[in-house]
Structures are given as C-alpha cells and as structure tokens.
C-alpha cells in the first residue's frame, strides 16, 4: 500500500511560479513511477507530467511543456512539480498519483495510488 500527499498549492498571478510536493509512504517508492494530474473547473481529469522510477525518464502534456518540471528525490519518497510562467487556465485541483504495475503511461487508469490534490489557482 502507497499513500500519496501533495502540498505546496495556493494562489498566484499569471506569469508566476508554484512548487507543488508528493509526499508518499511505503518503503518501494523508488520503484514507481509517479505522475501529476489536474481538473479544472467543469473540465475532465487529465495528465499532466510523468516521470519513471529513477528520475531520467519524463513526459509531459503538450500545454505544459517548457513550463513545468517534474522530479523526484526518492530518499525522501517525495516527487515534486515546478511550475513557472502560470497561466489562468493552469488552474485546476492538482492531483500526484502512483503507479504500481505496467509500462510507463499518461493514461491515469495506469495508477493505482492517489492523492486528495491541492488547488492551485492563477488570477489574471
């Protein structure tokens, strides 16, 4: 069993930046790959960034790239998401998830393990 806690949301003017945190649980951390998702208001959950067990190995959505980082520390079982030039429609709830099993994907039926999410919102 993995438990995911993601910290760090709040609100931002547009063109600032946020550094949202994944805290998890469980001793086998290091071996999963982890991701971030988001849902803005009235819209479906989607992906945003993923990255593999070791860190070397990330993806990111089209609408994102260039602009948001994912990384993780695995001695401190936490996977981080940094945020810069934040746009009104970043504004979503932010959700870390876990994958136990299967190759690497952005489909979000992949993980097994969520968080509650954090709300990050960007004024105009």
């Known amino acids: 069993q993995v438990q995911v806690a993601e910290s760090g949301g709040g609100l931002v003017q547009a063109g600032g930046s946020l550094r949202l945190s994944c805290a998890a649980s469980?001793?086998?951390?290091?071996?999963?790959?982890m991701a971030w998702f988001r849902r803005a208001p009235g819209k479906e959950r989607e992906f945003v960034a993923r990255?593999?067990?070791?860190?070397?190995?990330?993806y990111y959505a089209d609408g994102v790239k260039g602009r948001f980082t994912i990384s993780r520390d695995n001695a401190k079982n936490t996977v981080y998401l940094s945020m810069n030039s934040l746009k009104p429609e970043d504004t979503a709830v932010y959700y870390c998830?876990?994958?136990?099993?299967?190759?690497?994907?952005?489909?979000?039926?992949?993980?097994?393990?969520w968080g509650q999410g954090t709300q990050v919102t960007v004024s105009s």
């Open positions: 469980g001793r086998t951390f290091s071996n999963y790959p």
């Open positions: 998830a876990c994958q136990r099993f299967g190759p690497l994907t952005t489909n979000q039926n992949g993980y097994d393990y």
């Open positions: 990255i593999n067990w070791s860190g070397d190995n990330t």
